[in-house]
């Protein structure tokens, strides 16, 4: 009979095989291997990590200045006294007199001599050898010591069972040419080498994972990854999607005969710039296919995406099936929904509204007719996918902004869309633009278009970046502009500490500037108004009742008003590239010049003055984008950390980009030449986060 007993940390951290601990691969490393005498150490001085080792002639508690323990060890040259300030009684005794200590440290110079202060001690016999690899020091988690993970490790690396999961499989075909090239490692070496590295190992390499063995490693990890890309896109060519073929639609949307889609474009009050015209015949193709559509479109803040959503979503229609269009802030999808109206209204076409602050009995009737397909376009917010809703001839879904949203999110729509038999459509849009590699490595069998162009008439924003001390000229400029019967934006600071200091400050800023400009009527837009509150406040921007809008961040994304050019920024010094970037896309929409303010408060950080300045020099995403994500990682621009998964555990793609390639060179020969080995070499590798790669 099995008992069922708690988990141990260890397996917590889900260390809980051989092979799983011979991957847990260590952050840094101690050099134990040399070992000097007092009097060396004593002479080497400071800055420099030492070990020695001696016998414990004094141990004595000190209560003067604060309680602390004092060791002092001597060898037959000199002594050297140890400092504790925390220490156990274990300790106490471990340091007893007579006893024979090593310990590690930096010696500096204190009140009564040269010290360590907190130096590591172990307990050793006087001739104990010195290890002959650099120690270890592993990803930790509380509960567990070093040691008890390096005796973990070091078990695991002698388990006869991990020779085989080890093995290298890999064809000689294909790792023999790549391996000599680089002076890779065979893997059960390069893992050896990686938890003991010798003595003279270059540790800066190391460090860096830069050394050879690391390589061996990461490559092996994004062969695998590469692998799993490649399957996801061999997988979703065998599911089935309703397939939109331009004029076999089979819906009319009025009497005159014009399908949904002919119609909007008669409706529309431009033409399409040239790259929204390629887009839309990508996207359009990618719609008559009969497997799925994961199309991400890329086009920077103001290019003109709603409208290729728009397009698609009525060739959807036009063909029986329903659309969805998911954003996700209530104001964006709200912002969506009033363009839909806009657009289709006139055309016949049932638009539901879902968001998250609908009344219950409004949300019963939207779902209602979501489920009984009278509705044909639906938009909303995470309300889609969270509340009980299912579509019943779901055949496209637009996730607008879809960084905000997580993986499974994104996943779980395919779950709704009213049949077994199909998936639908799937088109996300962003306006951060991702960077070639993340596209490559990140999302499973992703396509990408585009919008590369800007459509016309617009005119550049002049950024200006000003001191906060000189608001009241920023005040009388504004009044200056609003005579001459444009509208403006001012944008109140963020304070993520509290969202309440956040309207107070957004408050304060309205009341003063209803003061400064009292002919003209100033509006206030926050996160705390309800809905209606909010829209209404919009629509009357929208409609230039209200000249001058302040506004919290709620504006950040997808707010759309041509004649509003002028935008002023408070603490412009607390918002992040893309944050900036988003709200200032909101400005430039019309025939004016447009101007957007950064006022910022000193003192300003490094990082923040170069981040004003960039802003001030560039409005082109791709550079911003890619300056964020120097800063912030990749995680955060694709919403992968939503998932609480990271892919991939020994690569960064930053450093290791050259790599990816190769990989996915080698990834290509492995599947055509031995499928076979396909299945092993991702279960060493990715085990069950394969997963993650659907979305
Ligand atoms: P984003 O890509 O940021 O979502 P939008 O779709 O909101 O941009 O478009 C921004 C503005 O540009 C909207 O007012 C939209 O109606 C307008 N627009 C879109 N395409 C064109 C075009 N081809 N010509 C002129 N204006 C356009
Ligand atoms: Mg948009």
Avoid at 147 to 169: G, N, W
Avoid at 299 to 309: E, H
Avoid at 649 to 669: G, P, T
Wanted: hydrophobic share 40%; net charge neutral.
């Amino acid at each position: 009979m099995t008992t069922k007993r708690p988990p141990t940390v260890l397996e917590k951290m889900g260390l809980n095989s051989p092979m799983a601990l011979a991957l847990h691969l260590p952050s840094r490393y101690e050099d134990e291997t040399e070992l000097f005498t007092i009097e060396e150490a004593l002479g080497l001085g400071r800055f420099h990590s030492i070990q020695t080792q001696g016998i414990v002639i004094r141990n004595q508690v000190t209560f003067r200045p604060r309680r602390q323990l004092l060791v002092t060890i001597e060898d037959n040259t000199a002594s050297l006294q140890l400092r504790f300030l925390n220490f156990y009684p274990s300790q106490q005794k471990q340091m007893a007199v007579g006893s024979h200590i090593r310990v590690r440290g930096e010696i500096r110079e204190g009140y009564q001599g040269a010290e360590i202060v907190h130096p590591t001690v172990r307990a050793v016999i006087p001739e104990a050898p010195l290890p002959a690899s650099l120690t270890p020091v592993y990803p930790a988690s509380a509960g567990i010591s070093q040691t008890m993970i390096r005796k973990a490790v070091l078990k695991a690396l002698q388990d006869a069972s991990l020779k085989e999961s080890l093995a290298e499989f890999l064809p000689s075909t294909l790792m023999g040419e790549i391996l000599p090239k680089n002076d890779w490692p065979p893997l059960q070496d390069a893992i050896t080498y990686l938890h003991q590295p010798p003595a003279d190992a270059n540790t800066q390499s190391l460090l860096e994972r830069t050394h050879p063995a690391w390589r061996r490693v990461q490559f092996e990890e994004l062969l695998a990854q590469q692998i799993s890309l490649k399957r996801a896109h061999a997988i979703r060519r065998e599911r089935r999607a309703p397939s939109f073929v331009k004029g076999q639609q089979v819906s009319k949307a009025n009497k005159k005969n014009v399908s949904i889609e002919e119609g909007l474009i008669k409706i529309l009050p431009f033409e399409l710039t040239s790259a929204q015209a390629r887009v839309w015949s990508e996207i359009g193709c990618d719609l008559s296919n009969t497997f799925p559509m994961n199309r991400l479109l890329q086009g920077d803040v103001g290019s003109g995406k709603t409208v290729i959503a728009a397009l698609a979503a009525a060739r959807a229609m036009d063909h029986g099936y329903q659309a969805a269009i998911m954003a996700p802030t209530e104001i964006l999808a709200e912002q969506h929904y009033l363009k839909m109206q806009e657009w289709f209204g006139s055309l016949g076409v049932k638009i539901a509204w879902l968001s998250g602050s609908l009344k219950a009995k409004e949300k019963r009737l939207a779902q209602e007719m979501i489920e009984s397909g009278e509705a044909q376009l639906i938009i909303g917010t995470h309300a889609l996918i969270q509340d009980k809703v299912s579509f019943t001839k779901l055949g496209l879904a637009v996730i607008d902004e879809q960084h905000r949203f997580g993986v499974r999110q994104r996943l779980e729509i395919q779950q709704r869309v009213g049949s077994e038999l199909f998936y639908c459509h799937q088109l996300m849009m962003s306006a951060t633009p991702i960077p070639r590699t993340l596209a490559m490595t990140y999302y499973a069998d992703l396509d990408v278009s585009v919008i590369d162009e800007l459509p016309p008439g617009r005119k550049p924003i002049a950024t200006k970046v000003v001191k906060a001390t000189r608001r009241d000229e920023v005040i009388g400029g504004l009044h200056d502009w609003l005579v001459k019967g444009l509208q403006a934006y001012w944008v109140c600071p963020l304070i993520e500490e509290s969202e309440v200091l956040q309207l107070q400050t957004a408050v304060e800023s309205f009341e003063q500037l209803t003061q400064a400009l009292p002919n003209f009527k100033v509006g206030l837009v926050h996160g705390r108004l309800k809905s209606e509150e909010k829209a209404a406040v919009m629509a009357a921007f929208k409609a230039n009742e209200i000249q001058l809008l302040v506004a919290t961040t709620v504006i950040e994304v997808g707010v759309d008003v041509p004649n509003a050019a002028l935008m002023v920024i408070e603490h412009a010094e607390r918002f992040g590239y893309a944050q900036i970037h988003q709200l200032r896309g909101r400005v430039g929409r019309g025939s004016a010049d447009s101007v957007c303010i950064l006022m910022y408060a000193e003192p300003l950080s490094m990082a923040a003055k170069e981040r004003l300045q960039t802003l001030r020099e560039t409005s082109d995403g791709f550079v911003i984008a890619e300056r964020d994500l120097s800063l912030r990682g990749p995680g955060e621009l694709l919403g992968a950390k939503q998932s609480g998964d990271a892919m991939l555990r020994f690569v960064d793609l930053q450093r290791d980009a050259w790599l990816i390639e190769l990989a996915q060179k080698a990834a290509e020969r492995l599947l055509a030449e031995h499928a076979d080995l396909v299945e092993r070499h991702l279960e060493r590798w990715l085990g069950s986060r394969t997963e993650f790669l659907k979305a």
